[in-house]
């Protein structure tokens, strides 16, 4: 069940992105930066699917700016005890703007944090998709990724379905 729902996020994601790109044109909409359009904290339910298991939990994810058509998404602390991961930032995130959003891939993303002991761990963020609404009405996010974490032999697939906070 968890599974299907995982499917569907995934799905309407890749609906939007699809139907986003088909209504793109070469005018420049707007003087309004795209990164200003979508910064800030969501929150919502993350997924991640470790080894065909997926585990839910309530997550908060923030935006933050790095140009006006960038942003840096810092992915929430998560796990316990020994499988404790740090907030991890992923930077430079090209943004593309539609009519009421946004959109942005990065094939990959390698970085380093350090742990709870003081360790430096490399991490890398694969086939990264995030798609904002805008619309004043809704101001949500659907984020999906791949996050391989220091040494571990499996990779993390994460889905992020939030709105943002008010």
Do not use: H, R
């Not at 939990?57 to 499988?83: H, L, Y």
């Not at 970085?111 to 004043?136: H, Q, R, S, Y």
């Amino acid at each position: 069940m968890k599974i299907n729902n995982f499917l569907k996020v995934m799905m309407a994601a890749v609906a939007i992105v699809i139907g986003v790109s088909s209504c793109d044109s070469d005018d420049d909409e707007s003087t309004v930066a795209v990164a200003d359009e979508v910064v800030g904290s969501y929150t919502g339910e993350e997924t991640i699917v470790i080894m065909g298991d997926p585990e839910d939990d309530t997550a908060t994810f923030n935006f933050v700016k790095s140009s006006d058509s960038s942003i840096d998404m810092i992915i929430p602390q998560s796990g316990e005890g020994m499988m404790v991961i740090p907030a991890l930032t992923v930077k430079n995130i090209p943004l593309k703007k539609y009519n009421n959003g946004a959109s942005g891939t990065l094939d990959s993303f390698t970085g380093t944090v350090t742990n709870a002991k003081g360790e430096e761990k490399t991490f890398t963020v694969t086939k990264l998709m995030v798609v904002f609404d805008t619309n004043p009405k809704g101001k949500a996010v659907v984020a999906t990724y791949v996050l391989k974490f220091g040494s571990m032999p499996f990779e993390m697939v994460t889905t992020f379905n939030g709105s943002k906070d008010k």
